[in-house]
């Protein structure tokens, strides 16, 4: 157990390469309650929420999520989150645990009057089941509801135990899996009824830490946060640069001008990874750093995510990172570096 962003959390239940590789061959649950939950509504919600995130809300469809980013004026990046619509006048944000408080009051400071917001948090419950078995279990477990029919990014609302269960076709491991939100009286009885089929076993952070990395997912924190923008960190196809929200000039300054360093993908010649903090080296130059890295389960190679000189993010580049004792060698490789 390990504190994180205020709660103290399990790394692993049997075993980090356990829990992952059962993930990817059948499903793993992960207690995420320390996920944020923000509501805005109102007559002009769309129009608000549109504003304050990089992705377009606009013509977004009920039932339908979008992932995006909070950004400074400067377009450094607050947060990245989940907009889910639930109408046109109701959304809900699922934001970070780390940066909840940071996130609530820029929000709040940046709706227009008349717009409500509000915290529903330490109220809503949330764990999430991924892998490939995931929708067979739901499938028993929800029924009437057969899962395979959400499509991806889209969500529902399905009744057990007499609540009302939010259930999201998302997640952080790139497996086929669901986004179960709940009301938090109710939380422990379903993780309980989940951890009742033989396929579902309990999983930590460090194999939810490897998981999203298999498929070069960015956490914010280490491979995205304030100093960097959505475009330096490789992630502008979530930015609809057609539209404004607040961080929109500097992205287009961006544009125009370009910038040094991005965020790339490497997978090393052996089992060892660089870590957060290695230093990227080329030719006896420093020439970036390591933001993670981690053992991958399935390629049985260290993999992981850096910011490097833009003119060396090129694919199947030779690079060394090291921290002053060891040294690792490595290729830049483009995520995910499995494919599912």
């Excluded at 999203?212 to 502008?236: K, N, Q, W």
């Excluded at 544009?255 to 040094?260: A, I, K, L, N, S």
Aim: hydrophobic share 35%; proline share 4%.
């Amino acid at each position: 157990m390990v504190p994180f962003s205020g709660w103290i959390m399990p790394v692993q239940y049997t075993g980090i390469i356990e829990e992952h590789l059962h993930t990817r061959s059948k499903a793993g649950l992960f207690d995420i309650c320390h996920m944020g939950e923000f509501f805005i509504r109102g007559s002009s919600a769309e129009k608000e929420v549109d504003r304050l995130v990089t992705c377009r809300i606009q013509g977004l469809a009920d039932g339908k999520c979008r992932y995006g980013f909070l950004l400074r004026d400067d377009g450094g990046i607050l947060d990245d989150l989940i907009v889910f619509k639930i109408s046109r006048t109701e959304y809900m944000l699922v934001v970070n645990s780390g940066t909840m408080e940071k996130d609530k009051k820029w929000i709040q400071e940046h709706i227009a009057p008349g717009v409500e917001f509000s915290d529903g948090s330490s109220n809503t419950a949330k764990l999430d089941l991924q892998g490939p078995l995931s929708p067979d279990v739901l499938g028993i477990l929800f029924k009437g509801f057969e899962p395979r029919t959400l499509g991806r990014f889209s969500f529902t609302r399905v009744e057990w135990d007499g609540v009302m269960v939010v259930v999201g076709a998302t997640g952080y491991t790139g497996e086929k899996g669901y986004e179960l939100f709940l009301p938090v009286q109710s939380a422990e009885k379903l993780w309980d009824a989940l951890l009742s089929y033989g396929e579902v076993k309990p999983i930590g952070l460090g194999a939810r830490d490897s998981l999203r990395l298999e498929m070069g997912y960015s956490l914010y924190g280490h491979d995205i946060d304030e100093e960097h923008t959505p475009l330096e960190a490789g992630l502008a196809r979530f930015v609809d640069m057609q539209k404004d929200f607040i961080g929109r000039e500097r992205l287009m300054d961006q544009e125009r001008q370009g910038f040094d360093r991005v965020l790339t993908g490497f997978v090393c010649e052996g089992r060892r990874s660089a870590r957060d903090g290695f230093l990227a080296v080329s030719d006896d130059r420093e020439i970036g750093r390591v933001t993670s890295g981690v053992f991958s389960p399935c390629l049985k190679r260290g993999v992981g995510l850096c910011y490097i000189d833009k003119k060396l993010a090129v694919e199947d580049q030779e690079i060394v990172f090291t921290d002053g004792r060891v040294s690792i060698k490595a290729n830049i490789k483009k995520p995910p570096f499995i494919q599912r």
